[in-house]
């Protein structure tokens, strides 16, 4: 323990804390249409097209129920009930950043840890895996800390009928929530079992609890692979590379560009160096030794593996904030007063989520100009060639519009050039997967598409600089529809293939 328990769930020691984090963390969401994560579209679809095949059973599409990315709907479908259309978005968002502060709170509270590293934790929610918009992996985090509370109780020798039910249900929260939730949680067991050497019958008595879940994941797994979901394993940065700051940060966090990320990963570390020099007298009564095992464990699996494998990018890198963030709870806090203390995570958090926001206001500003004129130009169910010839932002950092062209099918029901729909792991699915004619991947490489590739749709939605659009209008194949912004929106002429 951090010598921090007396804060008790009260207006002073958590409920006010808890109140600033959640305000803080949803004012980046509150100032824009367009939130900067690039996978949001194409979730947002999802649910659109779950629709479509509840309505139409004799429709292209079909529901995978059983699917371990199916948790992460539920927020969806929430946000598209309360605010249809690209406000969802925004909204579900908003949902996964409330869900994270409150799980990081509860956390903090359940090991008696201190609320104001909870509210600096919180602000990790603001790394480049929400950013890349892996939404269902998002939502297995509340999953896992529920697994990790339970998973380091006290062992109690009796046997009882609830410690079955816990731990089957905590399982299969991690499988619906995503895969690699699971799969971490399971390792995780294995480690901290071993490690506080519990007894094996007791180790066997819960693997017998949470069993069910493993069967069907055999059952599930080769079926997946099966839908094409494999791919290479790819390293892009070995293991010692990346010991480095900048890659650090840009783990930790990774969604700006600029010096902001740097500023608040230094208060993050300052915090913790300063946390372990006040109390080094008495270090090892003052950390939280399963939280920091936990932090080790996360850190392992970021330093160690692949950057991708079976077709999921950032494999190794979407643990480092998870890792980050059980760093800072299990830490003892700075030997500060507690109002001291909590005005100046407030005042950390407040300057990060309030830049962030002014940051995401220039993105839609500038980056995003024209998207919405194009959505509210285009007519309903037609089919729609995404192209982003832009690529990379000056304010955000991977590939912020790389799914932008999906608000097509949120808005308008459009059939796209690429959908989720085409993944097996999705909650839905096409029926069947006929093969493509046009040319594959032209949302990441817009410039192979070819002449005969835009006869397969009726409209392009591009995202391109000034030059290029004119020199798109000018296109004999291509009538332009807008003509303002980044993205535009073109009607393509009748092309014999």
């Known amino acids: ?16 804390p808890l109140a600033a984090s959640c305000l803080l963390v949803v004012v980046p969401f509150l100032s824009v249409q367009f939130a900067p994560i690039t996978d949001l579209p194409q979730h947002l679809a999802q649910i659109r097209l779950f629709h479509e095949a509840i309505t139409d059973p004799d429709g292209p599409y079909r529901i995978q129920w059983l699917t371990p990315y199916l948790l992460g709907y539920l927020p969806l479908a929430l946000a598209w009930w309360l605010t249809p259309g690209t406000a969802a978005g925004r909204t579900a968002m908003l949902i996964l950043a409330l869900l994270w502060v409150l799980t990081i709170h509860w956390l903090a509270f359940r090991r008696g840890r201190a609320a104001a590293a909870a509210m600096l934790a919180g602000a990790l929610f603001y790394n480049h895996a929400t950013y890349w918009g892996f939404y269902s992996f998002a939502v297995g985090w509340p999953a896992f800390v529920l697994w990790f509370v339970l998973t380091t109780r006290p062992e109690d020798e009796r046997f009882r009928v609830r410690e079955v039910a816990l731990y089957l249900g905590a399982a299969w929260l ?41 069967v069907l994941v055999a059952v599930w797994y080769p079926r997946m692979s099966a839908g094409g979901f494999a791919s290479p394993t790819l390293w892009v940065t070995l293991p010692s590379g990346r010991l480095s700051v900048s ?5 930790t966090l990774g969604g700006l560009q600029g010096p902001l990320e740097y500023g608040m990963v230094g208060v993050l570390a300052g915090w913790i160096a300063l946390g372990l020099y006040h109390h080094r007298e008495q270090l090892a009564a003052s950390l939280d030794r399963d939280l920091c095992l936990a932090a080790v464990f996360f850190a392992a699996l970021a330093l160690l593996l692949p950057d991708k494998h079976q077709n999921t990018i950032g494999f190794a890198t979407r643990w480092e904030p998870i890792a980050a963030i059980m760093l800072v709870l299990g830490v003892p806090a700075p030997a500060w007063d507690r109002t001291f203390r909590t005005a100046l995570a407030t005042a950390a958090v407040a300057v990060f989520t309030v830049l962030t926001a002014l940051a ?31 690529k990379t932002s000056a304010i955000i950092k991977g590939r912020p519009f790389l799914q932008g ?57 591009v995202n391109a600089e000034t030059r290029q659009h004119a020199a798109l209008a000018a296109s004999p194949e291509l009538a332009p529809l807008t003509g303002h912004g980044r993205w535009r929106l073109y009607r393509i002429r009748t092309i014999p293939r």
């Open 360 to 390: 995401w206001v220039r993105f839609e500003r500038d980056e995003m100009a024209g998207l919405d004129e194009s959505l509210q130009s285009l007519p309903g169910n037609a089919r729609v060639l995404g192209l982003d010839y832009v």
């Open 247 to 251: 890659w650090i940060v840009d783990t």
């Open 405 to 461: 062209f999906a608000y097509a099918q949120v808005v308008r029901g459009s059939e796209l050039n690429f959908s989720f729909a085409e993944f097996a792991p999705m909650a839905v699915v096409y029926k069947t997967r006929s093969p493509r004619p046009w040319t594959r991947g032209l949302e990441w490489f817009p410039e192979r598409a070819t002449r005969s590739d835009l006869s397969y749709f009726d409209y392009a939605l």
């Open 1 to 16: 323990m951090d010598g921090h328990v007396g804060e008790r769930w009260s207006s002073a020691g958590r409920l006010v």
């Open 174 to 214: 991690l499988y619906l929530g995503h895969a690699l939730w699971l799969a971490a949680g399971l390792a995780w067991f294995v480690v901290r079992s071993a490690l506080a050497r519990t007894p094996l019958r007791i180790v066997a008595r819960r693997v017998v609890s949470f069993a069910p879940v493993l």
